[in-house]
């Protein structure tokens, strides 16, 4: 996914949530606050007090590394919104978490992936042996119910044949020939 991508993305999840949305990155959102001063920033959120700036970052955008400082310490500097930095890949991350300790930023640094890389590939590696072991466990859940109602209707039908097997025939009704 692209920068451009993630900052619509996560525009479109701030302003569902009422927040105020700025960013560089996209044509059809203000590019910045009045009173916001350096680097256009990549997405800028605002409600009531809470104020973030986001740079939105991938392994190309951070090996610039003259335009990653200018913007990261424009970023910084203002002291006013909260920093973060988001990215899309496990190399991005570690190289952003680099630059931060290496330059000293008070920044947050996030690594936001799609559902369907989570689905394929878990943070935590004993996860997907816990899904396996509480997926067996449900199949097994379901064949004993489903034996356990075929028990059950083959009881049935066995008990409702021995009750009609077990009607003396004289005391059958006769049908009637007309």
Known sequence: MSSENLAHFLAD???RRSYVVFSALLP???TQPENWEGFPPDLLIIKGKEKKVFAIEN???LEDETKTLLKWDSYSDNHKYEFEVVVR????????????LENKYRAK?????SKDVRKRKSSNPGQAQVERQQ???RYVAIVAVII???MTLGFYLKSSQNASSNTPTSELPIPSSK
């Open 13 to 15: 999840r701030y302003q």
């Open 28 to 30: 059809d959102i203000p």
């Open 59 to 61: 392994k190309d955008s």
């Open 89 to 100: 890949d496990e190399e991005a991350l570690k190289l952003a978490q680099a630059i931060k």
């Open 109 to 113: 640094v996030t690594l936001m992936v």
């Open 135 to 137: 997926n067996i466990k």
């Open 148 to 150: 356990m109602i075929g």
